[in-house]
Structure formats: structure tokens, C-alpha cells
């Protein structure tokens, strides 16, 4: 089942963490460029971060860098999205994305929602007061 899933959305106050998760009964992430997507509702989804293949290197747009961090563990077959230092303008549904991007591409950001084979269903993510 070649799908992806997210997990760990919630609400939180501003300066709060959380961290996201996505997993995949079907497809051995770690062989994949994996990406953090987020989207409003009425707005375009846009790009967070991503990470290439294997240990691949990672990329922040700005308004996340120091304060979003991604990772895999190889073992759970997981990625991880963690964020710190919420704020409102990080209300948003996170979906995560599996592509065929080299990490060199990655790093460069060179890597766009269309470019990514599998998507997940998406998690809530709430910062608010």
C-alpha cells in the first residue's frame, strides 16, 4: 500500500513544540526524497522542508529555518517533522510527500509538490492562544 501517513497534529499555544510523524505501511521511505507540505485552507499548499534519500541533506524554507527540524529513523521507517517555537502562522493541515528528488536537488531546493509520487491525508496542525 503505497501511501503515506501523517500523525501528531494538534493544537498548541504560541512557543509550544510539537512533532509530526510520517510513516508507510508500503514504501521503504528511507529510499525516497520525503517532504513536509503545509496548506491553508483557501491558499495554495506550500513547501516547509525536505529531506533526500538515505542520509540525505535537508532544506527550511525561511520562515521555518531555527525553528523546524526533519529527520528520519531509518529502523521505523518514519520522518520526522520537528517544530518548535509555534506561531499562529503555522495553522495549517501538514502533509507529507515521498519523491524521487536527489539529495543534491533537495539541498538546493530544487524540489516542488509536483515532483512527489505519494502523498498522505494530511494532519491538523493549530496554534492559537
Known amino acids: 500500500q503505497l501511501q503515506l501517513v501523517e500523525s501528531g497534529g494538534g493544537v498548541a499555544q504560541p512557543g509550544e513544540s510539537l512533532r509530526l510523524s510520517c510513516t508507510s505501511p508500503?514504501?521503504?521511505?528511507?529510499?525516497?526524497?520525503i517532504a513536509w507540505f503545509r496548506q491553508v485552507a483557501g491558499k495554495e499548499r506550500e513547501r516547509v522542508t525536505a529531506?533526500?534519500?538515505?542520509?540525505?541533506?535537508?532544506f527550511y524554507v525561511d520562515s521555518v529555518k531555527g525553528r523546524f527540524t526533519i529527520s528520519r529513523d531509518k529502523a521505523k521507517n518514519a520522518v520526522y517533522l520537528q517544530m518548535s517555537h509555534l506561531n499562529p502562522e503555522d495553522t495549517a493541515v501538514y502533509y507529507c510527500?515521498?519523491?524521487?528528488?536527489?539529495?543534491?536537488?533537495?539541498?538546493?531546493?530544487?524540489?516542488?509538490?509536483?515532483?512527489?509520487?505519494?502523498w498522505g491525508k494530511g494532519t491538523q496542525v493549530t496554534v492559537s492562544s
Open positions: 529531506i533526500g534519500p538515505g542520509d540525505g541533506g535537508t
Open positions: 510527500a515521498a519523491g524521487r528528488y536527489t539529495s543534491s536537488a533537495v539541498v538546493a531546493g530544487h524540489w516542488t509538490q509536483y515532483g512527489m509520487d505519494y
Open positions: 508500503g514504501l521503504t521511505l528511507e529510499f525516497s526524497a
